[in-house]
């Protein structure tokens, strides 16, 4: 017998020794107990108004960081949170992205930040943002980081070279997501692309 043979019937009589004789394995006994979702959240984000009213340049302050004051409260109500609390962490700018590679546009501050969570590793940590238009999500030190793309796609307008279809940015297209939050602690986070 060749040694792929011989591998391929040694899982398959170590599958039905699993399965026979005294019963079933208890994973396989009892179905999996559905979660509770217990929130729903519309992320629609960069909506934008038009560049005529100079938006970006009126928000500078602070601009992508957290002040001191900020950081402060931050950090007093982490804290004071219970061990498993769920927490979900709203910015415009990512704290931690991976499309950020591309272009840059993550909090100035993310090392900070991610440092904090890193901290209350004993709660359930996740993270929501736009600013860059692009679609990603991470997990890094078992905090969920979720980029969800913008609404306004490129702008409002049809897009440009670097554009994968008519108003996308890059390879996103312009949507928003539904979050589901769960009693667990759980996020699952859903993008739904749109055309107008």
């Not at 004051?69 to 769920?86: C, I, V, Y």
């Not at 991976?98 to 359930?124: A, E, P, Q, W």
């Not at 996740?126 to 905090?143: F, P, T």
Request: glycine share 8%; aromatic share 12%; hydrophobic share 35%.
């Amino acid at each position: 017998m060749e040694r792929r043979e011989l591998l391929k019937n040694i899982g398959l009589a170590a599958g039905t020794i699993a399965v026979s004789g005294g019963g079933v394995s208890a994973a396989f006994a009892e179905p999996k107990q559905k979660k509770k979702r217990v929130f729903r959240i519309a992320h629609i984000t960069d909506v934008h108004i038009r560049p005529e009213y100079d938006a970006p340049n009126r928000f500078r302050k602070n601009a992508g960081s957290l002040d001191e004051e900020q950081r402060n409260w931050l950090e007093k109500d982490f804290a004071k949170l219970p061990a498993g609390t769920a927490v979900i962490c709203l910015s415009h700018y990512p704290i931690l992205s991976v499309s950020t590679i591309i272009d840059g546009g993550n909090h100035t501050d993310s090392k900070y930040i991610t440092s904090l969570f890193y901290k209350h590793r004993d709660k359930k940590i996740s993270c929501l943002s736009g600013h860059i238009h692009l679609q990603d999500s991470a997990e890094y030190n078992g905090v969920n980081y979720f980029c969800n793309g913008a609404l306004s796609g490129f702008w409002w307008e049809d897009g440009d070279k670097e554009s994968a279809g008519k108003y996308y940015y890059k390879q996103t297209s312009p949507g928003y997501a539904i979050l589901d939050l769960y009693e667990d602690g759980t996020v699952h986070n859903q993008y739904f692309p749109h055309s107008f």
